[in-house]
């Protein structure tokens, strides 16, 4: 089974620590990956195929919402989906705020983090996305396939093409023609194939 990348941001320290066990309590098909602002978090992304994002939403210089804005403005980054943590804005208008920033926000959690709602969403989202991989995969073999044949196609119609010049120009030519036709001129395939499987 193929692991999930999941990034964790948060920049405090100790709710890394707490995020990461949690995951790592209740999760086997997952890979975890660390950032304590949406600067290591950018540089992250770059480096890895990331693919759920837990952000709080409370940090310096930039936040969550600002983070998930950003990501919507960059191509290879706005189908990433995030789940929003946060022990603040845990009202209407703020929930309202996170899903209305991306469509990609899933979700939105409070803290303290109740664990079996957590667990429970995320395995939503790993089965969600384990039946995305299938069906990618399958879509991928499939355009292999048809690209296989489409090679195939154009070499077969270019041997067709060639074979047909060269039909053109012994037709062109009245004594190969002749010479072709002649019985004691034509050749027995079935013998010379006998003879080359003696020499082997």
Request: aromatic share 8%.
């Amino acid at each position: 089974m193929e692991k999930i990348n999941i990034l964790i941001v948060d920049d405090i320290e100790d709710n890394l620590f707490a995020l990461r066990y949690l995951l790592e309590e209740n999760f086997e098909s997952i890979n975890i990956l660390e950032a304590t602002s949406v600067k290591e978090a950018l540089l992250s992304i770059m480096k890895n195929d990331v693919d759920l994002i837990l952000s709080d939403i409370q940090m310096p210089e930039v936040d969550g919402f600002e983070f998930v804005e950003y990501l919507q403005k960059v191509e290879e980054t706005k189908d990433i989906p995030v789940i929003l943590i946060t022990g603040i804005y845990n009202n209407e208008t703020y929930q309202k705020k996170a899903y209305s920033c991306s469509k990609e926000v899933v979700d939105f959690i409070s803290k303290p983090i109740d664990e079996d709602l957590l667990c429970s969403k995320l395995n939503v989202f790993i089965k969600l996305f384990q039946e995305r991989k299938k069906n990618k995969t399958t879509l991928l073999e499939k355009e292999k396939e048809l690209k296989k044949h489409k090679k195939i196609s154009s070499m077969v119609n270019n041997l067709e093409g060639k074979f047909l010049n060269t039909k053109k120009e012994i037709l062109k030519n009245k004594e190969l023609t002749n010479f072709l036709l002649d019985d004691d001129a034509l050749i027995d395939f079935g013998e010379i194939n006998e003879i080359i499987k003696s020499l082997n």
